[in-house]
């Protein structure tokens, strides 16, 4: 198995930047697909973006589209999520996850290893 560790949270004004980062340990970094997800208080955990193993493409929310990206490091074991023009409903925790599938997903369900997450906290 993979354990995932995030870092990088914290409280950012409305249109500013964050980077997220998600360190792997254990298994073979490049067998996971890897993803981002939030969640908001009292909101269900949401799909945000996710990359391939090598890291040649990637898929996301429309939420997401035009303001995130995401990339991998596969030599350090990390990936990176750049959160770009910041609003107040990007608040959440952020959750990296890894997946074993083939077929990308945007189910949290198919997802078999998660962090322990970090808050963005996006003021006005």
């Known amino acids: 198995q993979v354990q995932l560790v995030e870092s990088g949270g914290g409280l950012v004004q409305a249109g500013g930047s964050l980077r997220l980062s998600c360190a792997a340990s254990g298994r073979t970094f490049t067998n996971y697909r890897v993803g981002w997800f939030r969640q908001a208080p009292g909101k269900e955990r949401e799909f945000v973006i996710a990359i391939s193993r090598s890291g040649g493409s990637m898929y996301s929310a429309d939420s997401a589209k035009g303001r995130f990206t995401i990339s991998r490091d596969n030599a350090k074991n990390t990936v990176y999520l750049q959160m770009n023009m910041l609003k107040r409903e990007d608040t959440a925790v952020y959750y990296c996850?890894?997946?074993?599938?083939?077929?990308?997903?945007?189910?949290?369900?198919?997802?078999?290893?998660w962090g322990q997450g970090t808050q963005v906290t996006v003021s006005s």
């Open positions: 996850c890894a997946s074993e599938r083939r077929l990308p997903s945007v189910a949290a369900d198919d997802f078999d290893y």
